[in-house]
């Protein structure tokens, strides 16, 4: 499974998971292993990634993407991916 490091929302209009294009908003990722930065839609990063609580993993929402996204800056994140 990748870690992902959560940097910042983005305006970038394609998503580099499904390809989908003209999106309004994407969050921008940094893979831990490899460096590789990517932008998933926020349908597609809230797939992918998993948040741990109480020993447990869980699909996170697409509210609580955004908020991440939106204080990485302030909050730094890793997540894994289901991947």
Same mark, same amino acid.
């Given at each position: 499974?990748?870690?992902?490091?959560?940097?910042?929302?983005?305006?970038? /209009?394609?998503? +580099?998971?499904?390809?989908?294009?003209?999106?309004?908003?994407?969050?921008? @990722?940094?893979?831990?292993?490899?460096?590789?930065?990517?932008?998933?839609?926020?349908?597609? #990063? &809230?797939? &992918? @990634?998993?948040?741990?609580?109480? +020993?447990?993993?869980?699909?996170?929402?697409?509210?609580?993407?955004? #908020?991440?996204? &939106?204080?990485?800056?302030?909050? /730094?994140?890793?997540?894994?991916?289901?991947?």
């Amino acid at each position: 499974m990748a870690k992902y490091r959560v940097i910042k929302m983005s305006d970038q /209009p394609e998503c +580099g998971c499904c390809g989908k294009k003209n999106l309004k908003r994407t969050v921008h @990722l940094e893979d831990i292993e490899s460096g590789q930065e990517v932008f998933f839609g926020v349908d597609c #990063a &809230a797939s &992918a @990634l998993r948040q741990v609580y109480r +020993g447990k993993k869980y699909k996170m929402s697409r509210e609580g993407v955004k #908020a991440i996204a &939106a204080h990485a800056k302030t909050y /730094p994140s890793v997540l894994e991916s289901v991947r």
